[in-house]
């Protein structure tokens, strides 16, 4: 089972809205998916329930012992559940303490509800944009971390607000667990429009990370707030359309291991293994680790 982290500290680059899409487009490609929501605000599980999630999800696992089984909800589209936060999400950052407190336990208890999931195989996770300890405890517990980045004038600070933290998160993940340093599975560049500014800082992006970034952008589109609001992916709501070809690339470029122009493998037999590249714990061949340079 593979584990990502769709995480930016900066907000409104379209974390939700790519956590949806992606897992949608995985489940097109065979997969299993479980959207784990663990965004107070729950962003993702409202634009799969948009007359509401129900209240029990993240929160009761992780302050009553639930399993995330116990609280996955299926939704309307086959291969696809949901984890909603839960309504009591805001406490578990609480009890975790603060973000610098590492070492301790609390951090693990992601880990713990991951290495206790089965029957999927993929598990993304929606990230608040604030760097809460709850955050911390899921850098701990996935494997890989996807980035969207919208072009605007302030695309890398968030991705530089990250990076310190990932160190750290890395260097105790190997010297406390086997599961090795957090890898990126790939960086997408969202919101795209056709104004000079968003070229010119989706070509500081590309020149930052380099091949890490897929090739196809996600342009800028009314369709993404009528599919949010209707309840249905965007590769559902618009399957023709420029947005949900890009999410279309960019799961099949995850599961190629984020590496441009290989295809994806087949579900199946075979491509239930070449989909388990990682769990919880294990490592990412072919992957980047996160250490990139200021």
Do not use: W
Request: negative net charge; glycine residues 12%; hydrophobic residues 45%.
């Amino acid at each position: 089972m593979r584990s990502v982290a769709v995480t930016n500290a900066k907000g409104g680059v379209g974390k939700s809205t790519t956590a949806i899409n992606l897992a949608a487009a995985l489940v097109e490609l065979g997969r299993r998916v479980l959207v784990i929501d663990a965004d107070p605000s729950g962003n993702a599980a409202l634009g799969l329930f948009p007359r509401g999630a129900p209240g029990i999800g993240l929160a009761d696992a992780l302050l009553e012992g639930r399993r995330l089984a116990d609280v996955a909800v299926p939704t309307a589209h086959p291969g696809l559940d949901v984890v909603p936060p839960g309504d009591r999400l805001g406490l578990c950052s609480e009890q975790m303490g603060s973000v610098q407190g590492l070492g301790q336990g609390r951090e693990f208890r992601i880990r713990r509800l991951l290495k206790g999931l089965a029957g999927y195989d993929v598990v993304v996770v929606d990230t608040s944009p604030v760097l809460t300890p709850l955050n911390v405890a899921i850098l701990y517990a996935v494997a890989e971390i996807l980035i969207p980045i919208d072009p605007c004038v302030a695309a890398l600070a968030g991705v530089r607000a990250l990076e310190d933290l990932v160190r750290t998160v890395s260097e105790f993940r190997e010297e406390f667990t086997d599961a090795g340093p957090l890898s990126i599975a790939g960086v997408l560049i969202t919101r795209v429009d056709r104004t000079l500014v968003s070229k010119q800082i989706e070509s500081e992006v590309r020149a930052y990370f380099g091949d890490l970034v897929y090739d196809r952008v996600i342009p800028a589109s009314v369709k993404f707030r009528e599919a949010y609001a209707r309840g249905t992916p965007l590769i559902h709501y618009d399957p023709a359309g420029a947005g949900a070809l890009g999410y279309r690339d960019a799961a099949r470029a995850y599961l190629a291991g984020g590496r441009p122009g290989t295809a994806a493998a087949p579900a199946g037999a075979d491509g239930a293994e070449a989909a388990e590249g990682s769990g919880a714990d294990g490592d990412q061949s072919g992957e980047y680790p996160f250490l990139m340079a200021s």
